[in-house]
């Protein structure tokens, strides 16, 4: 990031409003089963500080079972590793099972387009909303040529019009759709794919919407889909993350139905077939409780590879990871997801055959960075002690978003530094200043900062203490 450059963050009402609706779809599934910043440079560098506590007893203490208010790890989970591949015969097999075991209450088909809805279609446009006609029409063709005419997606519920969450779910289906296409027609005969498809698309956009959102996954259903896509797809799962990012923007834009059709084959092939199947087959799995897909997991195709290769990358066994973290912060532009585990899940990698060094903070196991977490700021400083002469301890990203991320992402061993007590009043200064040749905004610098991912305001700050230890921002 130039230091003479503003960072474009602001006005920030725009990211509420869309994170208001991301969260209105979410609950609803649940029932039934300022602009983003690019990643920094970051010139700043410093060596985490060390725990006071020997890593035997680490070890000991993670032996009793008490997790205590500070008996959990943050750590940055890694995704150099390769996707597993899943053929269309094991997606063939898996959608066969799994949707015999769906709950009838999400399953069970909505009925087509009542009567006063057909006549909508037939009728003349509102003023100004031709293009809403047409595209209705349109969408009404496409179930016709499924053979399921009428609103074989259930997208009318909610309205006589395409909103923006109903394209977006068209664009989903026509990507996905291919998929389920492919099934043999004995497969065909026993589940009807296009009830399958208005399902599924339902499903994925709302599970996507929260990985998009710069918040935490907390507990849950969605937080085991996302590590076992994470698992599934190694780096591959980020540019599924990348590749929904447009569809999500390109898609409310579309004002006919061509224009969705080329959204959703472009999702479909920029992330290829082999994540088409895998995005199908955990969100088959992933549709009712966190405990059905808690069970179905290991269950999956390819589901053994994909543990395997966790557990070589990291030392964690993948659904014990799934099922013990409390929350993950998936960070799409920097491409980061970060986890957090209770502390006893690491020290049994080291036990398990991890190797390197298994002092909590410095790495250690197979678990590449992880850092010792706590649930108070206190807590972290009865365990760490003072900062040190002539020093205090410094949060990167601000304590004020605890509540946000989870108080274990704000205080651990990585985000909270030593700083010399007059860099750390320069530091906090700037961010209750305005900063407008930085922010291009007439807010403080905390203001604008307070709707970005994590990784991108922790980039910001360690980029804010460099450039005012060197005098470029006062």
């Not at 869309?18 to 700043?44: D, E, H, K, S």
């Not at 027609?185 to 009830?195: D, G, H, I, S, Y």
């Amino acid at each position: 990031m130039s230091s003479s450059h503003s960072v474009d963050w602001c006005p920030v009402g725009a990211r509420r409003s869309a994170r208001a609706g991301a969260l209105a779809l979410v609950a609803l599934m649940l029932v039934t089963a300022c602009a983003t910043t690019a990643p920094m440079g970051v010139a700043y560098r410093y060596q985490p500080p060390t725990p006071r506590a020997s890593p035997e007893a680490l070890e000991s203490e993670a032996d009793d079972g008490d997790r205590g208010e500070d008996g959990v790890v943050f750590a940055n989970l890694p995704k150099d590793f390769a996707p597993v591949r899943v053929g269309a015969s094991e997606l063939t097999a898996a959608l066969t099972t799994l949707w015999l075991n769906v709950p009838m209450r999400v399953s069970t088909s909505r009925s087509p387009l009542y009567v006063g809805r057909r006549l909508l279609l037939a009728s003349a446009p509102l003023s100004g909303e031709a293009w809403q006609l047409d595209l209705a029409r349109s969408y009404g063709r496409f179930c016709e040529r499924r053979g399921t005419p009428g609103d074989c997606l259930t997208l009318f519920d909610d309205g006589p019009h395409l909103q923006a969450n109903d394209r977006r779910s068209i664009a989903l289906a026509l990507a996905v759709g291919p998929a389920l296409d492919g099934v043999d027609a004995e497969v065909r005969a026993m589940l009807n794919p296009t009830r399958v498809l208005a399902t599924l698309s339902f499903a994925i956009t709302a599970y996507m919407a929260l990985l998009l959102a710069p918040e935490p996954v907390t507990k849950g259903a969605a937080l085991v889909f996302s590590l076992l896509m994470w698992g599934y797809l190694g780096w591959e799962f980020f540019d599924l993350l990348r590749a929904y990012t447009r569809l999500h923007e390109d898609a409310p834009r579309a004002s006919n139905f061509a224009e969705l059709r080329e959204v959703g084959e472009r999702f479909g092939s920029v992330i290829g077939p082999n994540s088409v199947r895998i995005l199908v087959i955990v969100a088959t799995a992933a549709i009712g409780e966190t405990a059905t897909l808690v069970s179905k997991g290991p269950k999956l195709p390819g589901f053994g590879q994909a543990s395997r290769t966790v557990e070589a990358n990291t030392g964690l066994r993948l659904m014990d990871a799934a099922i013990g973290a409390e929350r993950v912060i998936v960070s799409v532009n920097e491409g980061m997801i970060r986890v957090v585990l209770p502390v006893n899940a690491v020290s049994m990698t080291a036990r398990n055959g991890g190797g390197g060094r298994s002092a909590l903070g410095q790495g250690g196991g197979h678990l590449p960075i992880r850092y010792r977490a706590f649930r108070s700021f206190s807590a972290f400083k009865r365990y760490m002690g003072k900062a040190g002469t002539g020093k205090e301890w410094h949060h990167v990203v601000e304590k004020r978003n605890a509540k946000r991320f989870g108080s274990e992402a704000v205080h651990n061993t990585e985000n909270v530094i030593e700083l010399e007590k007059s860099l750390h009043d320069r530091v906090s200064a700037f961010y209750s200043s305005i900063q407008k040749e930085v922010t291009g905004s007439e807010l403080t610098v905390r203001r604008c900062l307070e709707t970005q991912s994590y990784e991108a305001q922790r980039q910001f700050g360690l980029q804010v203490i460099e450039n005012i230890k060197r005098g470029v921002w006062k």
